[in-house]
């Protein structure tokens, strides 16, 4: 997998390829990932990249053509399994599926990232294959967007995380969330660990993980469990944490 992002502001973007699993990721050869500044395409004087609005309106948009020659660069010759995605409030809201869906049917993608008060329109017409929102608020740019997107997807290649078993059980691989984790000590002001995470018995503690999925699952997001593809021994679970429910 190749990410190129396209950003006029390459050392936000920088910083994060060069922390953590995704610098041993890039390190490894595992991925590539390059950060291009339209600016250096730009053809106007003093590397202009922006300009007022058409019909008026505050602010700068980010113009044309510094953009499509820039993802011209990194992309020359545009093949089925390049993906130039923009960045951008009107986007479908991103999320595991499309997490997954990007890693499996690209090779390369490709993200602009937009400033200011956005981007010429054109590069969402005849540029971009899709726009993706990060959620419902504005950001000042499409970076952390472009972070985002590129971290979920690196998870995904296989041997980016070092134990591959971490990313199956993370929320959201399947429609639920994660069970409770801890750490040492087993004991923090009182608080204890329960118990049996501490017992060795393999089947109870997977039991226990599940449940408690289930439960944290109904707890903080029940709208995900009507996506869950329950076995018979979820549809117990359920009812006997929805029974304990009942008795507090
Ligand atoms: C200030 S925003 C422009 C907002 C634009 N005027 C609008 O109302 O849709 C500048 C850039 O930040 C990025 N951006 C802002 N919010 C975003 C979000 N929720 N998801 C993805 N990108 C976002 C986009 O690339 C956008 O072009």
Redesign the pocket.
Known sequence: MKIDILSLFPEFVQAFFDQSIIKRALDAGRMEMAVTNPRDYTMYRHRQVDDTIYGGGA?ML?MCQPIFDAVHHVLPEKGTRDRVI??????KT?NQEKAKELYRDYDHLVL????????DHRVEEYLADE???????????????AMVISDAVARMIPGVLGDAGSAATDSFYEPILEYPQYTKPADYNGWKVPEVLLSGHHANIARWRRKEALRRTLECRPDLLSGLKMTAEDKKLLAEIKREKEDQ
């Open positions: 602010g980010m923009f960045l951008s409030p009107a986007g991103f602009i990232c937009g400033h200011y008060e956005g981007v726009l993706i929102s990060i959620g419902d608020y504005v950001l000042t740019g499409g970076e952390l967007g």
